[in-house]
T-cell receptor, first 114, second 114 residues
Framework: AQSVAQPEDQVNVAEGNPLTVKCTYS??????LFWYVQYPNRGLQFLLK??????LVKGSYGFEAEFNKSQTSFHLKKPSALVSDSALYFC????????????FGAGTILRVKS | DTAVSQTPKYLVTQMGNDKSIKCEQN?????MYWYKQDSKKFLKIMFS???????INETVPNRFSPKSPDKAHLNLHINSLELGDSAVYFC?????????????FGPGTRLTVL
């Protein structure tokens, strides 16, 4: 089955430092990968996606993600973290075999401290 | 201009009752979804409709019944509510059911069953 894993429940980083939120995937066939962010008591917001092409994908709010096929990873990154980036981040993969449904990881809480 | 809206935002009810959650999107999208987010923030798809046709029906109790009167609306009716139904329910939409498309989420409905 298609799946993603987010190995860290929580990531802590100081404001101004670079941040990385990890995601690894397991798919049969080509992966279609997504990152979403959820702020407290809000719905999910789309950040970026990898479909094909360039391995470095740029998204909203200064976030980017690097697709690495050999390591089956799709880590989310930002060069300089803001306190306002503190939120819950979800990695997701499309399951093409069944209605193209999105399969989400368990989520990673990002805390950025000033 | 709310893209995906849900009503109500909060729903508190007794076990055994029947309740409905409504969802509307004004994005002109063809595909709509219902997700359940449990207390551990784990997100799982429940249903998906494409142009009013059911395309994803995950293993959910048949007490849950989605209804799509038109492609801009996808409602969720729940019969005989149980304690375990307490969760946040998110509606989402995408341009179509293709694998490339990101999904746009509503603000969520927090259901509490007493």
């Amino acid at each position: 089955a298609q799946s993603v894993a987010q190995p860290e429940d929580q990531v802590n980083v100081a404001e101004g430092n670079p941040l990385t939120v990890k995601c690894t995937y397991s798919v049969s066939g080509n992966p279609y990968l997504f990152w979403y962010v959820q702020y407290p008591n809000r719905g999910l917001q789309f950040l970026l996606k990898y479909i094909t092409g360039d391995n470095l994908v740029k998204g909203s709010y200064g976030f980017e993600a690097e697709f690495n096929k050999s390591q089956t990873s799709f880590h989310l990154k930002k060069p300089s973290a803001l306190v306002s980036d503190s939120a819950l981040y979800f990695c997701a993969v499309r399951d093409l075999r069944y209605g193209n449904k999105l399969v989400f990881g368990a989520g990673t809480i990002l805390r950025v401290k000033s | 201009d709310t893209a995906v809206s849900q009503t109500p935002k909060y729903l508190v009810t007794q076990m055994g009752n029947d309740k409905s959650i409504k969802c509307e999107q004004n994005l002109g999208h063809d595909t709509m979804y219902w997700y359940k987010q449990d207390s551990k923030k784990f997100l799982k798809i429940m249903f998906s409709y494409n142009n009013k046709e059911l395309i994803i029906n995950e293993t959910v109790p048949n007490r849950f019944s989605p209804k799509s009167p038109d492609k801009a609306h996808l409602n969720l009716h729940i019969n005989s509510l149980e304690l375990g139904d307490s969760a946040v329910y998110f509606c989402a939409s995408s341009q179509d059911s293709g694998s490339y498309n990101e999904q746009f989420f509503g603000p969520g409905t927090r259901l509490t069953v007493l």
